[in-house]
């Protein structure tokens, strides 16, 4: 089975799964990891949600499709709006934030090169992260991917994730809270 079928058999219905997934997941296939720092392609079994929250309520506004080294979830989110945007909620139920309004843009922040998109300083490129957190200048850092994301959706990747990602926006984060007050 497929990463993208594997992923998709984890997605609630209420989820729409783009194009743009199907696509990366397919690249993936191809190249393999690493695809930019740490991040991987993760299926769901339809039970992290109910875990990392402790209730099942809100389970179905969650699309679960990739992790980072240390446990933390990407995924799609249903907002109460009913747009659709792309989450990381951290391993420890910290650092939970809207990384981007729509997967091109998340594309588009993993290929900036981050070790660890949900901890890194979105202020700084990539490589100067990397320096002051004590690893090589250039680790996980994937020029082929890069490439592709830039030619596959005719974007540009920004030098610093700052242009698409704004952690002091705590939409989900208080979005979160309220559910786990109502929930818990």
Known sequence: MSIFENIKKGIPNTITLPVALKKFCEWTEQHGYPISGCFE???DDGETMRYWLGFDDISDRFGLFGAGASG???AFWLADDGSQKIVHLGSEGDAIYILADNFVDFLRLLAIGYDEIGFADMNKTA???NLEVGNDQNEGINPKFRAWVEQEFKVKVPKK???ITN????????WIERQLQKYS
């Open 41 to 43: 392609l993760r299926a």
């Open 72 to 74: 933390d979830i990407y």
């Open 127 to 129: 490589e100067e992260w």
């Open 161 to 163: 994730g700052n242009e």
């Open 167 to 174: 952690f002091k926006d705590r939409e989900f984060n208080d």
